[in-house]
């Protein structure tokens, strides 16, 4: 056992030195490292280079992410990091707005894109005009596509730069939960 509290060489070599040596201003007596004990928790938390007394990991609550980048996280994958988001930081007002935002864009693109397949689907049974049809609704698709990878760049943006931005129809029913 040494002096910081570790049990073994491997806790003060994660650290990036040994223990009593200072690194950033900081001791690393086995806890902080420029500002960050080696827990994962910050050492304005833990009270500099003392034990944390709080509870780490999921039962602490939270990721301790900022609000924007938690919503700007929220629209990735919508609609799955959106319910992710959601339940882990959902006691934030802004990041449970851009959250429920995230879940109802994601519904609308993944059903927006299963409208056209199954349109384009239909079309191209149907004997010649069909193939018509089907050609007249590909570029359709393109655009409808770059439609969506627009917007959805876009409320990344916004929730990054800490905008309450909401969209026509989604936004004030992401506003009113």
């Not at 994958?77 to 449970?96: C, K, M, N, Q, S």
């Not at 349109?119 to 570029?139: E, K, N, R, W």
């Not at 309450?164 to 129809?169: D, N, T």
Request: charged share 10%.
């Amino acid at each position: 056992m040494t002096a910081g509290g570790s049990t073994d060489a491997g806790d003060s070599a994660e650290a990036g030195s040994t223990d009593g040596e200072s690194v950033g201003g900081q001791s690393t007596g086995g806890q902080s490292v420029a500002g960050q004990s080696t827990d994962g928790q910050s050492a304005r938390r833990s009270g500099g280079t003392q034990p944390s007394s709080e509870m780490t990991g999921p039962a602490a609550g939270g990721t301790d992410l900022e609000p924007n980048v938690a919503a700007a996280i929220a629209y990735l994958f919508a609609p799955l990091t959106g319910i992710v988001v959601l339940l882990v930081e959902g006691d934030d007002d802004f990041v449970r707005f851009h959250s429920l935002q995230s879940i109802g864009f994601g519904a609308v693109a993944i059903a927006t894109w299963v409208a056209i397949g199954v349109v384009m689907g239909v079309l191209t049974v149907i004997p010649v005009v069909g193939d018509i049809f089907a050609f007249l609704v590909l570029p359709l698709n393109a655009v409808v596509g770059l439609g969506m990878f627009a917007v959805w760049l876009l409320l990344i943006l916004k929730a990054y730069q800490g905008e309450r931005y909401g969209l026509p129809v989604l936004g004030p029913i992401a506003a009113s939960n």
